[in-house]
């Protein structure tokens, strides 16, 4: 069939629907056809749309460990070597300890004094701490870390001495009577202990 024929069939059938629907019947029809057409491009749409998607994953998530010990022992060490009876004033007493670092991480660590007994006698007794193993008994040898101090007042003997994670570094310490200890302080006990703590970097 020719455009023209076609055209002139189309303009038939529309005289033909106005004259049975009337001039606002068609209208109605026309608007109900287009809406239709709106519908189904949209549904033509939305059935072309292509979707995908992705998933990144990680790899392991861990935690380090901050360990200390003092001569293979944690929490408590039994420093034993350091210990003596019938002290006099002036003399002094001194034993090695080893800080280690068993954990995974460096990390700063200090330590302080503290003891209990005698006030008469702890008020009389001074401590050092000194950057060696090394002793005869008595005394340390190499340098001294920080400044002797009394007993009172829990005194921190070191701070932020940094240490690898496996490393160790021994230290020594020296608990001395002082010399103007009087009579007062004459059969008196006290026990005396050493706090260690680290901190990670």
């Avoid at 109605?28 to 287009?34: F, G, I, N």
């Avoid at 998530?61 to 929490?75: A, C, E, G, L, Y």
């Avoid at 003399?91 to 330590?111: K, R």
Wanted: proline share 2%.
């Amino acid at each position: 069939m020719s455009n023209n024929q076609q055209s002139r069939d189309n303009a038939r059938f529309g005289s033909g629907m106005r004259g049975r629907l009337g001039e606002t019947g068609w209208t109605r029809a026309r608007a109900v056809l287009s809406l239709g057409m709106v519908l189904g491009l949209g549904a033509v749409g939305t059935m072309a749309a292509w979707s995908d998607s992705a998933t990144a994953t990680t790899g392991i998530f861990s935690t380090s460990s901050v360990q200390m010990k003092v001569d293979n022992q944690r929490p408590t060490h039994q420093f034993t070597e350091l210990k003596r009876n019938s002290m006099l004033p002036g003399s002094s007493e001194a034993g090695s300890l080893t800080v280690q670092n068993t954990g995974t991480v460096s990390f700063n660590w200090a330590v302080s004094a503290a003891a209990t007994g005698s006030p008469a006698l702890i008020g009389k007794l001074k401590v050092s701490l000194y950057q060696t193993g090394a002793n005869n008994g008595t005394t340390c040898s190499g340098p001294i870390i920080g400044t002797e101090q009394a007993f009172s007042g829990n005194p921190t003997l070191a701070s932020g001495r940094t240490l690898a994670a496996g490393a160790s570094e021994q230290v020594c310490v020296k608990v001395t009577v002082d010399s103007t200890a009087g009579a007062t302080a004459q059969f008196k006990i006290a026990n005396l202990g050493f706090n260690f703590t680290a901190e990670g970097l």
